[in-house]
């Protein structure tokens, strides 16, 4: 066997993908993950890293390119730690994203004779982002707003991000000016000290009505009246701005202090036929066109007529209650974020909807409850983060015996290993289909149909 040791240089085969579209080589049986290289190629690379079991390399030259390698349309793809598959044509990302979940459902769940259908793509898989939260930071000529790049705190400078919004472009650079003409300081994460921490932006892709946020370290905002004149005569759409107070020493972007500079405290968008009040905090989806495919994917696979109980567990906001209520006779959600529920009790008002109502607490603890209480579903919905459902949820949903389960899941891996509970629970996992909620990104969605066996 080969020793393969750090710098070494070889040239190398991929002959399969990892989890975030790396190129994947084996000599000698040794797995060698390269970032940026595809399926297909011949590759010269430098080892970087190796231990025991794998190694990475780093791409130096591809000797025989994949047919499905574009260029990328963004010029910092390479270094901006945003997208990882914009070198895949969109084809091909759609088809490593089918490949990942048959992958898991195979490997993980041991799972045979589901039918997994080809990722539903966008028409137009760029400019799909209706929100944008970028880092401010001290540039080396001018203060830098952009993403991190992979695996670090360092930011990269942008110009345009091809998956936003424009609008997101236009206020990066008024915000950006704004600085330089006033001398603001950005925020400097080392010391703690500077004004500007994060610019956020949100436009209503239905409404047209566009938010901006400015996250600053401190109460005060310096020429507060320059930032907002700036910003309005520029961006016709913009109905609200907002300065969002973080004083804490931390990763998450947002404090809990808004304070409304100038327009409306939140801008409004709607998903098929809801209106939704959306404040900074307030979580929305993020690829609304998506979202109405995947919704509509579930509100299919519930097959309701009308008559059904429904829960739907991790509900956030209740978007998917929402969809549900309409042909159910009733639904419960249930989600874990008290803000959240506050809002999809609102929203639910808001659209005129009396036939959800809407609980605070873990998915895992509040169905049983109502179980208890003698609340009985006919269909039920999960939407759990990354890490799945509690396996004691999955228990609960069988024992109670709904004729179907619509998983809609944010990561293959878990939901392979929670549909192979579902299994051993009397269940059959029918049909998954993945939907590109998050093109030119490795993040694969999809939703799962789970039917009782009698
Ligand atoms: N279904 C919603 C959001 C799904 S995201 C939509 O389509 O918009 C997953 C949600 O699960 C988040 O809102 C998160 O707060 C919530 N959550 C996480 N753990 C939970 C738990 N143990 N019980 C209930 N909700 C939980």
Redesign the pocket.
């Known amino acids: 066997m080969l020793d393969f040791k750090k710098n070494q240089e070889l040239i190398v085969d991929i002959i399969s993908e990892g989890y975030e579209g790396e190129g994947v080589a084996k000599p000698e049986g040794f797995p060698i993950f390269v970032s940026g290289a595809l399926k297909g190629e011949k590759v010269k690379i430098r080892l970087v890293k190796v231990s025991k079991n794998h190694g990475y390399g780093k791409l130096i030259e591809i000797l025989e390119p994949s047919k499905e390698r574009v260029e990328p349309v963004c010029p910092i793809y390479k270094r901006c730690g945003g997208c990882q598959l914009q070198h895949m044509s969109y084809e091909e990302q759609l088809r490593f994203k089918k490949n990942r979940v048959t992958d898991c459902l195979e490997r993980i769940g041991k799972l045979k004779d589901v039918v997994i259908h080809p990722t539903l793509g966008m028409d137009n898989p760029l400019r799909y982002r209706n929100k944008v939260q970028l880092p401010v930071g001290r540039g080396e000529t001018e203060p830098a707003i952009g993403f991190y790049a992979a695996r670090s705190h360092e930011i990269i400078n942008l110009q345009q991000c091809y998956i936003q919004h424009q609008v997101g472009d236009e206020v990066v650079q008024l915000t950006r000016s704004w600085m330089k003409e006033y001398n603001i300081q950005a925020y400097d994460e080392e010391s703690g000290s500077g004004v500007v921490r994060h610019v956020m932006i949100r436009k209503g892709f239905k409404s047209g009505e566009a938010m901006v946020v400015l996250v600053t370290n401190t109460a005060k905002f310096p020429h507060k009246e320059e930032f907002i004149n700036l910003i309005v005569q520029n961006i016709p759409d913009v109905k609200s701005i907002i300065q969002n107070i973080n004083t804490k020493k931390t990763n998450v972007v947002l404090g809990l202090e808004n304070i409304t500079l100038w327009g409306s405290d939140t801008i409004s968008d709607y998903i098929g036929p809801f209106k939704f009040n959306i404040s900074p905090l307030s979580?929305?989806?993020v690829n609304p066109v998506q979202?109405e495919v995947?919704?509509g994917k579930t509100l299919e696979y519930a097959e309701l007529t009308g008559e059904e109980v429904v829960f739907?567990?991790?509900?956030?906001?209740?978007?998917?209650?929402l969809f549900l209520s309409q042909k159910a006779r009733k639904v419960y959600g249930?989600?874990?974020?008290e803000a959240?529920i506050i809002n999809a009790r609102e929203n639910a008002v808001l659209n005129g909807i009396e036939n959800a109502e809407f609980f605070v607490?873990?998915?895992?603890?509040?169905i049983p409850e109502l179980i208890s209480q003698g609340k009985k579903a006919d269909v039920v919905?999960v939407?759990?983060?990354r890490?799945g459902c509690?396996k004691s949820?999955i228990e609960a949903i069988a024992k109670m015996g709904p004729r179907r389960v619509v998983y809609?899941s944010?990561d293959p891996a878990t939901l392979a290993r929670d549909l192979a509970i579902f299994e051993t629970l009397g269940y059959k996992t029918i049909e998954v289909q993945p939907v590109d909620m998050f093109p030119q990104t490795a993040h694969v969605e999809c939703v799962a149909l789970i039917t009782r066996n009698i």
Do not use: R
């Not at 739907?312 to 906001?317: E, F, I, K, L, R």
């Not at 607490?361 to 509040?366: D, I």
């Open positions: 979580f929305f989806q979202t995947l919704y739907d567990a991790y509900c956030g906001t209740g978007t998917i209650s249930v989600e874990i974020i959240a607490g873990e998915a895992e603890k509040v919905v939407d759990p983060p890490k509690e949820l809609v944010c």
